[in-house]
């Protein structure tokens, strides 16, 4: 009963200001509303960081040829000429832990088709590029092994470099030079939209890398090895053994360096969402000096309220209020501040963040976590922002209080 009645009159102090009790519990609602917003906003794009990745394939490991050093010169993963079509067929028959392989090679040039003409990247992959990368055929087919074997002159067209070449046809069974050979468009792909780093997945050209490397690269070796472990769990065991086997066929000595480089989707994943997970602890600790702020503006009004209500708190203590009945009644009234500033801040951020969405058409995800993380502050921020002002009215003698005017 005694609670309900700290409880009655607490709400009843703050009625009697009520403009300045919204004003303190501004900060609070600001500080809870921000902090789900920015946390939305670093999860959504984390997460949509975290899609690009998966966008990759299933279970992906990518084999690149190792560094070349030159004198003092370094030229970085990929610079030397390490990586063969033997050593892509080895690993998928000597590996048990891969599922499939699709050795890949780079050319690229001017795309002709009548009188139409566009600049694309051409990737040369094996017959399991697409299974690897869970990517469809839109419509046509993909190019077989046979194709690959015999290095013939067809081609598979991404949905930008389809549009752009026959915009008004159907591109399959069509014909496209690239550097003057000829090639025969046997079919196009699903559109797969942007990676990670907002380059097109969609402007490319696909064909068998027997073709691209005879034809348009003119290089034997491979530009990488895209790898599809058999399970999530046989990732690292494939990479072990892809390790174990490249160094022997390269007969790299036990003191030497590998001179190739074999990257997994988890590190992918790793560096691509180190950022987002710095973005988003940034902006949840801006939006925390919010919360600060507010509870800064709850002690500043709880000692004002202190001040002022002096005389009644040695007329309280007079008929036979104890200190810690003055103390509960304060800090009950701090924590309503909060607690309706938190309540008020957790529906204007869940509303805001998905205003964001709609307006900017920026992913955002509210999690549970972060609700229960800006309210759970809140209402830290009132008891402990309260409690001081609340002790120093308990411990006020109660003949001093009477008299102060």
């Known amino acids: ?29 600001i500080g809870v509303s921000a ?24 279970n992906v490991l990518i084999v690149l040829p190792g560094s070349q050093q030159t004198g003092g010169i370094r030229g970085g993963a990929g610079s030397m000429t390490t990586l063969t079509a033997d050593d892509a067929l080895a690993i998928q028959k000597e590996c048990p832990a891969v599922a499939l392989v699709s050795p890949g090679t780079r050319g690229g040039g001017q795309v002709i088709a009548g009188n139409q003409n566009w600049a694309a990247g051409i990737e040369g992959t ?39 070449l026959f915009p008004d046809a159907s591109p399959v ?22 990676n990670a780093m907002g380059q097109d997945q969609d402007d490319v050209i696909l064909a068998p890398y027997t073709t691209v490397a005879r034809r ?18 046989g990732i690292a065991a ?36 180190a950022t987002t997970d710095i973005l988003t602890y940034l902006l949840a600790s801006v939006a925390g000096v919010s919360l600060l702020v507010g509870g800064i503006g709850i002690m500043n009004i709880m000692l004002v309220s202190v001040t002022e209500r002096t005389r009644e708190i040695g007329i309280r203590m007079s008929v036979g209020a104890r200190s810690r009945d003055i103390l509960t009644q304060f800090l009950i009234e ?16 869940v ?3 998905r205003i964001i969405t709609s307006l900017v058409n920026w992913p955002t995800i509210i999690s549970a976590f972060s609700v229960v993380l800006s309210f759970g502050f809140s209402i830290g921020i009132g008891i402990f922002f309260g409690f001081y002002p609340a002790r120093k009215a308990a411990l006020l003698n109660p003949i001093d209080a009477l008299r102060y005017e």
């Open 126 to 164: 094996g017959p399991d590029y697409l299974e690897i990368r869970k990517w469809n055929v839109a419509y046509g087919e993909f190019y077989t092994d046979q194709d690959v074997r015999s290095a013939a002159k067809v081609c598979v067209l991404g949905k930008t470099v389809a549009d752009n």
């Open 173 to 194: 069974g069509r014909t496209v030079r690239i550097r003057n050979v000829p090639f025969k468009v046997v079919g196009v792909l699903q559109q797969k939209g942007q």
């Open 334 to 349: 701090a924590l309503v501040l909060s607690l309706l500033g938190g309540i008020t801040g957790i529906v204007l951020g």
């Open 1 to 29: 009963m005694k609670i309900m009645n700290t409880l009655l009159s607490a709400f009843r102090a703050l009625k009697r200001n009520k403009m300045r009790s919204f004003l303190t519990m501004l900060g609070i609602i």
């Open 238 to 273: 494939a990479q072990s053994q892809i390790t174990d086997l490249l160094r022997m066929r390269h007969k790299i000595a036990a003191y030497d360096p590998d001179d190739f480089t074999i990257r997994n989707q988890a590190d992918l994943a790793t560096a691509a969402t």
């Open 35 to 58: 902090v789900i917003v920015m946390l939305a906003i670093g999860q959504g794009a984390k997460y949509s960081v975290e899609q690009q990745i998966n966008a990759l394939g299933t």
């Open 216 to 233: 348009l690269s003119w290089s034997p070796s491979l530009r990488q090895v895209l790898v599809s472990a058999a399970s999530p769990t």
């Open 351 to 353: 509303a805001g963040s």
